[in-house]
C-alpha cells in the first residue's frame, strides 16, 4: 500500500455517521462500513498495474505461479477439504463491487470464498459464483451466521435466507459470525450460543452444510460449546496477523482439533506500514502483503485477503515460498494490533 493510499484511506475511511447507528444491527454495521470503505477501494491502482505483474511471464507459466498456493488445502476433522489461501469479502459492497470481485477472484484461481449474512452481500457473491466458470463443487463457500441471533429457529431461518441468497442447495462453511451481537461486549450469550450452534448441528446433520463453526470465539466461549453441543465446531475463524497473540485460542483449538482460519491477515492493510514487515520483504524479494499471507500459512492456519483488485489478488497468491525461523521469530516479537479503528469509522 503506497503512502497515496494510505492518506487518500484517512481521508475517505473518516465517517460521519453516528457511531450508535454501526453498533444498532450488524447489517447496519457492516453497511456502514462497506460504504466508506468503498470510496477507499477506488484508488488508482488496477489495470496498468495488473499488466506490470504479468509482464515476465508467458500464460501458462503465469497459472502456475499464480494458481498454485491456491490449490493448496489443508483437511478439517471430519475429511473436508478447505484451500489454504480464501477470498475474503469483508467491506465489498453488494452489488457490482462484490460481483467483480468474486467474479475476478473465481478467474484468477481462488477457490475458497468468504462471506456472512452480516457483510450484506451474499446476493452478488452467489450470483458471481454462479456466472463463473468453475463449477460450484469447486468453489468452497464460507457464511457467517448474523452475530445478533442467538436462537434456534432465527438460525435456521436466517440459514435458509443465506442459501436462497447463494442460491446454492448447500454451503461448504457455515460458522456463527461472533459469540455475542457486536457492540454488547458484557452479554452473557451462552445458552443463545448453545441453541444457535444446535441449528447449525441440524443443518450439518441435514447435509445442508459440509463444515459447521463459529468466528471470534475465545476459549470460554469454546468450552460452553464443548460442554453443551455435541459436534466439536470444524472451524474457529478468527483475527489473526502479524502483531496480534491469538496463541491461546490456537492452542485451545489445536488440542480439541478445531481448524483454525485467520481473517484480515494485513490487518485491514495498515500492517503493511510496518517497518519490519517491509525491511523482511525486501530480504525476501516480496511485497509486505506477501509476507503477512505467508508468515499465516507457516503457522499452519487458512488464510482470506480481501482486494478489489486483481494485480493484489494475484500478488496475495504467490505466497509458495519459505519464511526462516529467524524471520518467524522477528516477525513473531512484532506486539501491537496495527488496525486505526478511528480511521476506519
Ligand atoms: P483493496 O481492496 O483496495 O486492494 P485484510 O485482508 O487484512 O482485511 O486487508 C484488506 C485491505 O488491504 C484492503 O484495504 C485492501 O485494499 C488492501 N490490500 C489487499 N491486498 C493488498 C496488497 N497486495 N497490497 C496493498 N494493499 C492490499
Not at 281 to 303: D, N
Request: aromatic share 10%.
Amino acid at each position: 500500500m503506497s503512502s497515496i493510499d494510505i492518506k487518500h484511506r484517512r481521508k475517505t475511511f473518516r465517517c460521519d455517521r453516528p457511531k450508535a447507528l454501526m453498533f444498532h444491527k450488524n447489517t447496519v454495521f457492516y453497511q456502514t462500513m462497506n460504504k466508506n470503505h468503498n470510496h477507499a477501494l477506488n484508488r488508482p491502482n488496477s489495470q496498468s498495474e495488473d499488466k506490470k505483474m504479468l509482464v515476465g511471464y508467458n500464460k501458462g507459466e503465469k497459472e502456475e505461479v499464480f494458481r498454485k498456493m491456491l490449490k493448496e488445502t489443508y483437511t478439517l476433522r471430519n475429511g473436508v477439504e478447505i484451500p489454504k489461501l480464501g477470498f475474503g469479502t469483508w467491506q465489498i459492497e453488494e452489488g457490482e463491487d462484490a460481483y467483480n470481485a468474486v467474479k475476478t477472484a473465481l478467474e484468477v484461481g481462488y477457490r475458497h470464498i468468504d462471506t456472512a449474512q452480516g457483510y450484506g452481500n451474499e446476493k452478488s457473491v452467489g450470483r458471481a459464483i454462479k456466472d463463473s466458470a468453475v463449477p460450484r463443487e469447486e468453489v468452497f463457500v464460507t457464511s457467517k451466521l448474523e452475530a445478533h441471533i442467538k436462537d434456534y429457529e432465527g438460525a435456521k431461518e436466517a440459514f435458509a435466507e443465506t442459501l436462497k441468497r447463494l442460491d446454492t442447495d448447500y454451503i461448504d462453511l457455515f460458522i456463527i459470525h461472533a459469540p455475542l451481537p457486536w457492540g454488547e461486549m458484557g452479554k452473557d450469550c451462552d445458552e443463545g450460543n448453545v441453541e444457535a450452534y444446535r441449528a447449525l448441528e441440524d443443518i450439518y446433520n441435514a447435509k445442508k452444510a459440509r463444515a459447521i463453526g463459529v468466528s471470534n470465539f475465545e476459549v470460554k466461549h469454546l468450552q460452553n460449546i464443548l460442554k453443551n453441543n455435541e459436534i466439536v465446531p470444524h472451524v474457529n475463524q478468527i483475527g489473526y496477523f502479524i502483531g496480534i497473540d491469538q496463541s491461546k485460542t490456537i492452542d485451545f483449538c489445536r488440542e480439541n482439533d478445531i481448524f483454525v482460519e485467520a481473517y484480515s491477515p494485513l490487518g485491514i492493510g495498515f500492517l503493511l506500514e510496518n517497518e519490519t514487515v517491509q525491511n523482511i520483504a525486501k530480504k525476501y524479494g516480496k511485497t509486505p502483503a506477501q509476507i503477512c499471507i505467508r508468515y499465516l500459512l507457516e503457522k499452519g492456519v487458512s488464510t482470506l485477503p480481501k482486494s478489489v483488485h486483481k494485480n493484489r489478488m494475484i500478488e496475495n497468491s504467490e505466497v509458495d515460498f519459505k519464511i526462516v525461523d529467524a524471520d518467524m521469530k522477528t516477525l513473531d516479537a512484532i506486539e501491537g494490533d496495527p488496525r486505526r479503528w478511528d480511521e476506519i469509522f
